[in-house]
């Protein structure tokens, strides 16, 4: 007999009578290993590994539902499914809330108990078989649509669409997956230009939703219709990340709008979110509020206004509502938010910055188990989503959305995996940032980078009259030739931002409503 593909443990006081559904299932290449109690069920299951297990319901001794209290300790993920005589609905939720991954009602019909079976086992195969089938025929169309994207729909739809089938293929191909990011490298490149032959226009454009006017045109029109809103942005999200963590907001909120706006470049922080908290654009901040734009690299100066110009565009809108605006910098700060909830959630207008995300990609070059743990990109998501689903933001939404709370959801700008090193020449007092750089004598190969030399022309300071500014593309990252290998080692394969690329331009944007 040829060995099993996968073995059953099947729990049932009356196995004796079941002899004709254990022979039927061994005949088809399956393992069965049969007890009649659930003690001797988790001594067995505490020596060996199975793949299932079929477990009844009504046993003397233990019954079902204890063993699986039981069967959690030391098997948290094996799939169970539950055989029982009744039908009752405060079974069956009962069963479901204990996490079992199917049930079958006595009398067993064998077709049904090999459909359980093959719908645990072999959907995943065929899942993959299919994927591996249509790729080569999904691949030649994505190449055959970037030849034609001609509009920013057509971006923003080709981008999704992407990142779609990438996510699609998390637990399926790993080799696929990389067959698409460079797809997406190439593709970012055109985009980059696209973008660049058109950011003035958009910007001029009041129907283009981008950085300095997505409150305005998005969030400020809610505040009239709604009694409670909560404005909340986490730096450095990008789309993917969003997908990841829209499921655990779909338990708690509806979503009613759903789409992507442009950042602003630099797509850093300094730049973005000040737009997005002003209304302005970086080079309007500074020439109307000179006291609230620091020419500074330090991440605790660069954006310490936020609450004074978010404060001041309020006022140009004429919009007088009680506010709180509270920014989270680590987890210190996220525990006494959660602590304070009831006194927080009180506010008509409360605006959360959230910067655990942004703090992660920059940990990332610093901490090798944080780089082990998003090594790329679908590893990313997968951290992303565990430590939304655990973090007390997460709860703290939870609270928002029970006290009546209309949530508005976006970031400031996105991220990318930097791959390929581009070298530059730069003075001493050049920014730090390895996507972008600002400073006087910028030298660098210009068929790799975008420089833009007048900055004021694209609503960006000056701060020399020598300045000016040049942005990598795609997974591009600027390296100083006498450190390119420590900054090869440092910064390879780290997720950054502040360049132009669709992962860190077209981010989204979501409206929610409380359940």
């Known amino acids: 007999m040829s060995k099993s593909r996968y073995r059953i443990l099947w729990v049932d006081d009356e196995i004796e009578t079941l002899l004709t559904h254990i022979q039927f299932l061994e005949a088809r290449n399956y393992e069965v290993t049969s007890v009649t109690n659930g003690v001797d069920a988790i001594d067995l299951l505490r020596r060996e590994k199975f793949d299932i297990i079929f477990l009844d319901e009504r046993m003397p001794g233990k019954t079902g539902m204890e063993f699986l209290e039981d069967l959690k300790k030391i098997h948290v993920f094996v799939p169970v499914v539950m055989i029982t005589q009744s039908e009752e609905e405060s079974l069956m939720n009962q069963a479901i809330a204990a996490r079992i ?60 669409d992407l990142v779609m089938r990438e996510i699609s293929m998390d637990d399926v191909s790993h080799e696929l997956q990389e067959t698409l990011w460079a797809l997406k490298d190439d593709a970012n490149r055109s985009f980059a230009k696209f973008y660049m032959d058109n950011y003035l226009s958009f910007i001029m454009d009041s129907e283009i939703i981008m950085s300095h006017n997505i409150l305005a045109k998005r969030f400020f029109p809610l505040l009239g219709q709604n009694e409670k809103n909560l404005l909340l942005v986490i730096d450095n999200v990008r789309l993917d990340q969003w997908l990841a963590i829209k499921g655990l907001m779909e338990e708690y909120f509806y979503i009613d709008l759903e789409e992507k706006y442009l950042s602003i470049i630099p797509t850093a922080t300094q730049y973005a979110r000040n737009a997005l908290f002003s209304g302005l654009m970086p080079l309007q901040i500074k020439q109307k509020y000179p006291l609230y734009w620091v020419d500074d690299e330090e991440e605790i100066s660069r954006n310490k206004y936020e609450p004074e110009l978010f404060e001041q565009y ?19 700060g996220a525990r006494q938010m959660f602590e304070k909830a009831n006194e927080l959630l009180k506010y008509p207008l409360l605006v959360v910055i959230y910067n655990f995300v942004d703090t992660f990609s920059h940990a990332k070059t610093n901490v090798e188990l944080v780089k082990e743990l998003a090594i790329d990109e679908r590893a990313y998501r997968a951290t992303t989503r565990s430590w939304f689903e655990h973090s007390l933001l997460f709860k703290f939404l939870q609270l928002a959305g029970q006290k009546g709370y209309h949530v508005f959801f976006t970031t400031d700008h996105g991220n990318i995996r930097v791959k390929k090193p581009v070298r530059i020449l730069a003075d001493r007092e050049t920014n730090v940032n390895i996507r972008f750089k600002y400073g006087r004598n910028l030298k660098c190969d210009e068929r790799k980078v975008y420089q833009i030399k007048n900055p004021e022309a694209f609503y960006l300071p000056k701060p020399d009259v020598t300045t000016s500014y040049m942005f990598c593309t795609s997974s591009d990252y600027f390296v100083y030739p006498t450190r390119q290998g420590e900054f090869e080692r440092y910064f390879l394969n780290t997720f950054q931002h502040g360049g132009i690329s669709m992962e860190e331009i077209l981010v989204p944007y979501v409206f929610m409503k409380p359940k």
């Open 101 to 160: 991954s199917d049930y079958l009602i006595k009398p067993i019909n064998l077709h049904q108990l090999l459909a359980v079976l093959k719908k645990h086992f072999d959907k995943q195969e065929l899942i993959k078989e299919k994927t591996v089938r249509s790729f080569p025929a999904e691949f030649n169309e994505f190449q055959q649509r970037l030849q034609f994207l001609r509009s920013l729909e057509d971006w923003e739809n080709f981008y999704y």
């Open 314 to 332: 309020l006022k140009r809108f004429g919009l007088t509502l009680k506010h709180e605006f509270v920014k989270i910098l680590n987890a210190n």
